[in-house]
């Protein structure tokens, strides 16, 4: 089945650590991105990729990196510059961007600072 | 820039009611439009979808009309269930934007 994978489903970070995000698509999709979800605040971006080897900052890009050396992967990593990542990540992706397409989800990492 | 305003919840019906979540945007040339439904714990599932103007989506019972002249595409159905309990995101894809904007969310409870 085509879809989008997320791992781990929970993470737990002490403070200080760096962690890194899973997301891989067997979609084919070209355009993958990556969401925060806090309770109350809808979806802010983070991050998101057109294309391999390019990525581009979204609205809330500090503290956190991504690289796309893969089409079908997309990893997010949480640095220790991030001062409040406790919350929920999702991962998406899309055919392409600049079309009319929808996104495609992942099920959520859910990140706990302890 | 592109935005989304949805209804703000929480919004509790009882089984069988009918069902209204509003959604207005703000956005140049004709962005296609999105409703979402995320379930406890899980990712966002596409509910239904509208490209272009007077075009309506519609799925599991749930309808939702581009409406250009009122920027609007209000999520309706006309008899919910249980299992309808969920938060139901408006999003919108602006004319060549590489990005959706979403709503803030409205959680809906039906109780029995």
């Known amino acids: 089945d085509g879809g989008i994978t997320q791992s781990p489903k929970y993470l737990f970070r002490k403070e200080g650590q760096n962690v890194t995000l899973s997301c891989e698509q067997n979609?084919?999709?070209?355009?993958m991105y990556w969401y925060r979800q806090d309770p109350g605040q809808g979806l802010r971006l983070i991050y998101y990729?057109?294309?391999?080897?390019?990525?581009q900052k979204g609205d809330i890009a500090e503290g956190y990196s991504v690289s796309r050396e893969k089409k079908e992967s997309f990893p997010l990593t949480v640095t220790s510059a991030q001062k409040n990542p406790t919350a929920f990540y999702l991962c998406?992706?899309?055919?392409?961007?600049?079309?009319?397409?929808?996104?495609?989800f992942g099920q959520g990492t859910r990140l706990t600072v302890v | 820039g592109d935005s989304v305003t949805q209804m703000e919840g929480p919004v509790t019906l009882s089984e069988e009611a009918f069902l209204t979540i509003n959604c207005t945007y703000t956005a140049t040339g004709y962005p296609s439009l999105f409703w979402y439904v995320q379930y406890p714990g899980e990712g966002l599932q596409l509910l239904l979808k509208?490209?272009?103007?007077?075009d309506k989506g519609s799925n599991k019972g749930f309808e939702a009309t581009y409406r250009k002249e009122t920027t609007s595409f209000h999520l309706e159905k006309g008899s919910v269930q249980v299992s309808d309990s969920a938060v139901y995101f408006c999003?919108?894809?602006?004319?060549?934007?590489?990005?959706?904007?979403f709503g803030t969310g409205t959680r809906l409870t039906v109780i029995p």
């Open positions: 979609l084919n999709h070209d355009a």
């Open positions: 998406a992706s899309s055919i392409g961007a600049g079309g009319k397409g929808e996104a495609f």
């Open positions: 990729s057109q294309i391999v080897n390019d990525f």
């Open positions: 509208a490209t272009k103007a007077d």
């Open positions: 999003a919108l894809r602006g004319t060549g934007a590489n990005n959706l904007f």
